[in-house]
Protein backbone atom coordinates (compact mmCIF):
# COMPACT_ATOMS: atom_id res chain seq x y z
CA UNK A 1 0.00 0.00 0.00
CA UNK A 2 1.31 3.10 -0.98
CA UNK A 3 1.79 5.94 2.19
CA UNK A 4 -0.94 7.95 2.55
CA UNK A 5 -0.76 11.90 1.52
CA UNK A 6 -3.78 13.11 2.79
CA UNK A 7 -5.58 12.10 5.79
CA UNK A 8 -8.68 13.19 6.92
CA UNK A 9 -10.18 11.56 10.59
CA UNK A 10 -13.53 12.03 12.00
CA UNK A 11 -14.49 15.21 9.82
CA UNK A 12 -17.67 16.64 11.21
CA UNK A 13 -19.48 19.81 9.55
CA UNK A 14 -23.27 21.19 10.35
CA UNK A 15 -25.56 24.27 9.04
CA UNK A 16 -28.15 25.89 10.85
CA UNK A 17 -31.51 25.32 9.36
CA UNK A 18 -34.65 26.92 11.23
CA UNK A 19 -36.11 26.61 14.81
CA UNK A 20 -33.04 25.60 15.83
CA UNK A 21 -32.28 22.50 13.91
CA UNK A 22 -29.20 21.81 12.25
CA UNK A 23 -28.36 19.91 8.66
CA UNK A 24 -25.41 17.58 9.14
CA UNK A 25 -23.60 17.23 5.55
CA UNK A 26 -20.24 15.65 7.44
CA UNK A 27 -20.55 13.52 9.80
CA UNK A 28 -17.89 11.57 10.90
CA UNK A 29 -15.83 10.80 7.78
CA UNK A 30 -12.51 9.73 7.78
CA UNK A 31 -10.53 8.35 4.54
CA UNK A 32 -7.06 8.57 3.07
CA UNK A 33 -5.45 9.71 0.02
CA UNK A 34 -2.15 7.80 -0.95
CA UNK A 35 0.62 9.31 -2.97
CA UNK A 36 -0.04 9.64 -7.31
CA UNK A 37 -4.22 7.66 -6.50
CA UNK A 38 -7.21 8.61 -7.84
CA UNK A 39 -9.99 8.67 -5.19
CA UNK A 40 -13.51 8.71 -6.40
CA UNK A 41 -16.63 9.66 -3.96
CA UNK A 42 -19.79 8.90 -5.26
CA UNK A 43 -23.10 9.71 -4.36
CA UNK A 44 -26.21 11.33 -5.50
CA UNK A 45 -26.83 15.19 -4.91
CA UNK A 46 -27.07 17.04 -1.71
CA UNK A 47 -25.31 13.59 0.14
CA UNK A 48 -22.12 16.22 1.17
CA UNK A 49 -19.99 15.93 -1.73
CA UNK A 50 -19.33 19.15 -2.48
CA UNK A 51 -19.45 20.29 1.13
CA UNK A 52 -16.85 18.00 1.69
CA UNK A 53 -14.91 18.99 -0.77
CA UNK A 54 -15.17 22.91 0.39
CA UNK A 55 -14.30 21.97 4.27
CA UNK A 56 -10.97 20.44 2.77
CA UNK A 57 -9.48 23.22 0.95
CA UNK A 58 -10.86 25.33 3.76
CA UNK A 59 -13.61 27.30 3.03
CA UNK A 60 -15.95 25.79 5.29
CA UNK A 61 -14.24 25.13 9.05
CA UNK A 62 -15.11 21.94 10.10
CA UNK A 63 -16.25 21.63 13.92
CA UNK A 64 -14.01 18.69 15.03
CA UNK A 65 -11.85 16.73 13.04
CA UNK A 66 -8.28 16.49 11.45
CA UNK A 67 -7.15 16.96 8.29
CA UNK A 68 -3.44 16.69 7.49
CA UNK A 69 -0.88 16.56 4.52
CA UNK A 70 2.06 14.69 4.88
CA UNK A 71 1.33 14.72 8.59
CA UNK A 72 0.62 18.61 9.10
CA UNK A 73 -2.06 19.40 10.37
CA UNK A 74 -4.32 22.78 8.73
CA UNK A 75 -5.98 24.00 11.81
CA UNK A 76 -3.84 26.26 13.60
CA UNK A 77 -1.28 27.35 10.49
CA UNK A 78 -1.36 31.00 9.80
CA UNK A 79 0.72 33.61 7.04
CA UNK A 80 3.44 32.23 5.09
CA UNK A 81 2.72 28.32 7.02
CA UNK A 82 -1.24 28.63 5.88
CA UNK A 83 -0.57 29.78 2.54
CA UNK A 84 2.58 26.86 2.46
CA UNK A 85 -0.05 24.29 3.23
CA UNK A 86 -2.97 25.50 1.05
CA UNK A 87 -0.30 25.30 -2.28
CA UNK A 88 -0.55 21.19 -1.68
CA UNK A 89 -4.23 21.02 -2.27
CA UNK A 90 -6.08 22.98 -5.29
CA UNK A 91 -9.79 22.62 -6.68
CA UNK A 92 -11.13 22.01 -10.23
CA UNK A 93 -14.67 23.59 -10.11
CA UNK A 94 -17.98 22.18 -11.94
CA UNK A 95 -18.51 25.35 -13.43
CA UNK A 96 -15.25 27.02 -14.97
CA UNK A 97 -16.89 30.15 -16.30
CA UNK A 98 -18.24 31.26 -12.98
CA UNK A 99 -14.87 30.51 -11.59
CA UNK A 100 -12.74 32.61 -13.82
CA UNK A 101 -13.35 36.81 -14.01
CA UNK A 102 -14.89 37.52 -17.24
CA UNK A 103 -12.71 40.55 -17.80
CA UNK A 104 -9.68 38.79 -16.99
CA UNK A 105 -7.38 37.18 -19.77
CA UNK A 106 -6.34 33.91 -19.27
CA UNK A 107 -3.06 34.85 -18.84
CA UNK A 108 -3.50 36.83 -16.12
CA UNK A 109 -6.13 34.62 -14.26
CA UNK A 110 -3.03 31.65 -14.19
CA UNK A 111 -0.60 34.32 -13.06
CA UNK A 112 -2.54 35.80 -10.19
CA UNK A 113 -2.24 32.08 -7.86
CA UNK A 114 1.26 32.45 -8.60
CA UNK A 115 1.16 36.71 -7.48
CA UNK A 116 -0.64 35.65 -3.93
CA UNK A 117 1.95 33.27 -3.37
CA UNK A 118 4.80 34.70 -4.42
CA UNK A 119 5.84 32.01 -7.20
CA UNK A 120 8.59 33.02 -10.50
CA UNK A 121 9.97 36.12 -9.17
CA UNK A 122 9.80 37.91 -12.47
CA UNK A 123 6.47 38.31 -14.74
CA UNK A 124 7.99 36.72 -17.87
CA UNK A 125 8.99 33.82 -15.99
CA UNK A 126 5.22 33.59 -14.36
CA UNK A 127 4.06 34.11 -18.21
CA UNK A 128 6.64 31.13 -19.32
CA UNK A 129 5.18 29.11 -17.00
CA UNK A 130 1.59 29.87 -17.66
CA UNK A 131 2.38 28.73 -21.57
CA UNK A 132 3.70 25.32 -20.25
CA UNK A 133 0.39 25.22 -18.13
CA UNK A 134 -1.55 25.92 -21.20
CA UNK A 135 0.71 22.91 -23.35
CA UNK A 136 0.02 20.78 -19.73
CA UNK A 137 -3.40 20.76 -20.73
CA UNK A 138 -3.79 20.78 -24.29
CA UNK A 139 -4.08 24.59 -25.49
CA UNK A 140 -1.91 27.21 -27.92
CA UNK A 141 -0.16 29.70 -25.97
CA UNK A 142 -2.33 32.15 -28.41
CA UNK A 143 -5.09 31.15 -25.64
CA UNK A 144 -3.00 33.78 -22.70
CA UNK A 145 -4.23 36.48 -24.51
CA UNK A 146 -8.20 35.93 -24.79
CA UNK A 147 -11.25 35.91 -22.50
CA UNK A 148 -13.29 33.55 -20.73
CA UNK A 149 -16.16 34.16 -23.00
CA UNK A 150 -13.99 33.10 -25.99
CA UNK A 151 -13.70 29.46 -25.41
CA UNK A 152 -15.53 26.36 -25.28
CA UNK A 153 -17.10 24.44 -22.61
CA UNK A 154 -14.01 21.74 -22.42
CA UNK A 155 -11.51 24.41 -23.24
CA UNK A 156 -12.91 26.46 -20.26
CA UNK A 157 -12.48 23.27 -18.59
CA UNK A 158 -9.14 22.65 -19.55
CA UNK A 159 -7.88 26.57 -18.21
CA UNK A 160 -9.93 25.58 -14.72
CA UNK A 161 -7.48 22.43 -14.37
CA UNK A 162 -4.03 24.65 -15.54
CA UNK A 163 -5.27 27.68 -13.19
CA UNK A 164 -5.38 24.54 -10.34
CA UNK A 165 -1.86 23.29 -11.50
CA UNK A 166 -0.53 26.53 -11.56
CA UNK A 167 0.67 26.60 -7.62
CA UNK A 168 2.18 22.90 -8.17
CA UNK A 169 0.25 21.43 -6.03
CA UNK A 170 0.35 17.79 -4.74
CA UNK A 171 -3.43 17.05 -4.57
CA UNK A 172 -5.96 18.03 -6.97
CA UNK A 173 -9.74 17.87 -6.14
CA UNK A 174 -12.52 17.42 -9.05
CA UNK A 175 -16.03 18.58 -8.06
CA UNK A 176 -18.39 17.21 -10.98
CA UNK A 177 -15.42 18.76 -13.21
CA UNK A 178 -17.19 17.00 -15.91
CA UNK A 179 -20.62 16.73 -15.46
CA UNK A 180 -21.50 19.86 -17.59
CA UNK A 181 -19.59 18.65 -20.61
CA UNK A 182 -20.67 16.62 -23.77
CA UNK A 183 -19.89 12.91 -23.44
CA UNK A 184 -17.10 13.08 -26.21
CA UNK A 185 -15.70 15.69 -24.07
CA UNK A 186 -16.20 14.10 -21.01
CA UNK A 187 -14.18 11.51 -22.14
CA UNK A 188 -11.38 13.93 -23.13
CA UNK A 189 -11.18 15.42 -19.90
CA UNK A 190 -11.04 12.60 -17.78
CA UNK A 191 -8.15 11.18 -20.08
CA UNK A 192 -6.62 14.50 -19.63
CA UNK A 193 -6.60 13.99 -15.28
CA UNK A 194 -5.15 10.57 -16.38
CA UNK A 195 -2.36 11.81 -18.06
CA UNK A 196 -1.43 14.71 -15.62
CA UNK A 197 -1.79 12.03 -12.99
CA UNK A 198 0.98 9.83 -14.64
CA UNK A 199 2.96 12.83 -15.76
CA UNK A 200 3.32 14.93 -12.37
CA UNK A 201 2.94 12.24 -9.99
CA UNK A 202 -1.09 13.85 -8.76
CA UNK A 203 -3.38 12.35 -6.57
CA UNK A 204 -6.42 13.19 -7.31
CA UNK A 205 -9.90 13.23 -5.57
CA UNK A 206 -12.98 12.98 -8.33
CA UNK A 207 -16.23 13.82 -6.73
CA UNK A 208 -19.26 12.94 -9.22
CA UNK A 209 -22.69 11.73 -9.09
CA UNK A 210 -21.56 9.39 -12.15
CA UNK A 211 -20.75 6.32 -11.48
CA UNK A 212 -19.62 5.32 -15.11
CA UNK A 213 -17.49 8.11 -15.30
CA UNK A 214 -15.53 6.92 -12.02
CA UNK A 215 -15.57 3.76 -12.88
CA UNK A 216 -13.84 4.49 -16.34
CA UNK A 217 -10.42 6.55 -13.91
CA UNK A 218 -10.45 5.75 -10.07
CA UNK A 219 -8.48 3.27 -8.39
CA UNK A 220 -10.81 3.58 -5.25
CA UNK A 221 -14.04 4.59 -4.71
CA UNK A 222 -16.07 5.98 -2.09
CA UNK A 223 -19.85 5.90 -1.96
CA UNK A 224 -21.69 8.68 0.36
CA UNK A 225 -24.60 8.60 1.63
CA UNK A 226 -26.10 11.40 4.49
CA UNK A 227 -22.72 12.26 5.33
CA UNK A 228 -21.26 9.34 5.41
CA UNK A 229 -19.06 6.86 3.39
CA UNK A 230 -21.52 3.46 4.07
CA UNK A 231 -18.31 1.75 1.53
CA UNK A 232 -14.84 2.26 0.21
CA UNK A 233 -13.18 -0.39 -1.81
CA UNK A 234 -10.84 -0.57 -5.10
CA UNK A 235 -13.14 0.55 -8.02
CA UNK A 236 -13.23 -3.24 -9.36
CA UNK A 237 -14.40 -4.68 -6.20
CA UNK A 238 -16.91 -2.10 -5.23
CA UNK A 239 -18.68 -1.88 -8.89
CA UNK A 240 -17.97 -6.41 -9.71
CA UNK A 241 -19.55 -7.01 -5.66
CA UNK A 242 -21.52 -4.27 -3.86
CA UNK A 243 -22.05 -5.12 -0.44
CA UNK A 244 -24.04 -1.93 0.63
CA UNK A 245 -27.94 -1.56 -0.45
CA UNK A 246 -27.48 2.00 -1.33
CA UNK A 247 -24.19 1.07 -3.60
CA UNK A 248 -25.99 -1.35 -5.38
CA UNK A 249 -28.71 1.20 -6.11
CA UNK A 250 -26.08 3.33 -7.75
CA UNK A 251 -24.85 0.69 -9.55
CA UNK A 252 -27.92 -0.45 -11.01
CA UNK A 253 -28.83 3.22 -11.93
CA UNK A 254 -25.45 3.12 -14.41
CA UNK A 255 -27.16 3.11 -18.17
CA UNK A 256 -26.28 0.05 -20.03
CA UNK A 257 -26.70 -0.71 -23.65
CA UNK A 258 -28.92 -2.95 -24.79
CA UNK A 259 -28.34 -5.66 -27.00
CA UNK A 260 -30.44 -5.42 -30.36
CA UNK A 261 -32.32 -8.16 -31.36
CA UNK A 262 -31.23 -9.63 -34.72
CA UNK A 263 -34.19 -9.92 -36.72
CA UNK A 264 -35.81 -12.25 -38.41
CA UNK A 265 -34.86 -14.21 -41.59
CA UNK A 266 -37.76 -13.32 -43.76
CA UNK A 267 -40.07 -16.20 -44.36
CA UNK A 268 -39.21 -17.83 -47.53
CA UNK A 269 -43.06 -19.14 -47.53
CA UNK A 270 -46.07 -17.46 -49.67
CA UNK A 271 -49.54 -17.17 -48.49
Same mark, same amino acid.
Request: net charge positive.
Given at each position: ????????????????????????????????????????????????????????????????????????????????????????????????????? +? /? $??? =??? *????????? %????? #???????????????????????? +? /? $??? =??? *????????? %????? #???????????????????????????????? *????????? %?????????????????????????????????????????????? %???????????????
Amino acid at each position: MKPALLTVEDLHLSFPLARGRRIRPLDGLSFHLARGEILGIAGESGCGKSTLARALMGFYRPERGHIRIDGQERSGLKGKDLLHWQRKMQMVFQDPLTSLD +P /R $QTI =GDA *LMEPMDIHG %LHAHR #EARRQQCRSLLQAVGLPASALERL +P /R $QFS =GGQ *LQRIGIARA %LSLEP #EILIADEAVSALDVSIQAQIINLFRELRERMG *LSIIFISHD %LAVLRTLCDRMAVMQAGQFVEMRSTEELCRDPQHPYTRQLIAAIPR %LRQRRQPSSPSTSHP
